[in-house]
């Protein structure tokens, strides 16, 4: 069983800035996809960003694409997306999810954070 615990979320000014954290409760994450879906009240949930934990690929939708960064720790088994410049529309729960195996591209959600809320302000 791989438990994911998010943190980082917050109220934020439009243009400002936040980075939410994902740790993982396995040490050894060898083959894993780790990544973040958001969801907005009324909204289905939507894929935002994702990487491969060995190797280090990356995958972003493109409404977030230049303004959020996904990474890794190894040191730490914690996933971080770092969200910038962002917008309104940016608001809604953020998940962590994770995958045994697969592409950055395609994550599935195998195992799935709490949520953690991000509100940004006009």
């Known amino acids: 069983q791989v438990q994911l615990v998010e943190s980082g979320g917050g109220l934020v000014q439009a243009g400002g800035s936040l980075r939410l954290s994902c740790l993982v409760s396995r040490r050894t994450l060898g083959s894993y996809v780790m990544g973040w879906f958001r969801q907005a009240p009324g909204k289905e949930r939507e894929f935002v960003a994702a990487i491969t934990w060995t190797g280090g690929n990356t995958y972003y939708a493109d409404s977030v694409k230049g303004r959020f960064t996904i990474s890794r720790d190894y040191s730490k088994s914690t996933v971080y997306l770092q969200m910038n410049s962002l917008k309104p529309e940016d608001t809604a729960v953020y998940y962590c999810?994770?995958?045994?195996?697969?592409?950055?591209?395609?994550?599935?959600?195998?195992?799935w954070g709490q949520g953690t809320q991000v509100t940004v302000s006009s």
């Open positions: 999810a994770a995958d045994l195996n697969g592409l950055a591209s395609a994550l599935r959600g195998d195992y």
